[in-house]
Nanobody, 119 residues
Framework: QVQLVESGGGLVQPGGSLRLSCTASGSIVGIYGPGWYRQAPGKQRELVAG??????NYADSVKGRFTISRDATKNTIYLQMTSLKHEDTATYYC??????????????WGQGTQVTVSS
């Protein structure tokens, strides 16, 4: 089964750090345009960080605090979050176009991982 599985969420105090991981599993041939999104209660889902062919993009609210990266050998995308604030509290989702030998190119979402910033 081709899927994205996130991990690494949790409860952290303001100013703390967390690293989220998103691993693609199945008959993966390639990962394209990976990104992290988040959705807070009552708000729309928003792009936090994304990797395109030529650039890495961040939402203004997380620039300088969050870093997206990838490890192609592990089919994994990371989101390193530092200097966390209350307003970073949300469910974080991984998104990517996955090319697999079973299904070709499709867009996938992870199941989401909760990040709560609270003292």
């Amino acid at each position: 089964q081709v899927q994205l599985v996130e991990s690494g969420g949790g409860l952290v105090q303001p100013g703390g750090s967390l690293r989220l991981s998103c691993t693609a599993s199945g008959s993966i041939v390639g990962i394209y345009g990976p990104g992290w999104y988040r959705q807070a209660p009552g708000k729309q889902r928003e792009l936090v960080a994304g990797i395109s062919i030529s650039s890495v993009n961040y939402a203004d609210s997380v620039k300088g605090r969050f870093t997206i990266s990838r490890d192609a050998t592990k089919n994994t995308i990371y989101l390193q979050m530092t200097s966390l604030k209350h307003e970073d509290t949300a469910t974080y989702y991984c998104n990517a176009r996955l090319k697999s030998s079973d299904y070709g190119m499709r867009t996938y979402w992870g199941q989401g991982t909760q990040v709560t910033v609270s003292s």
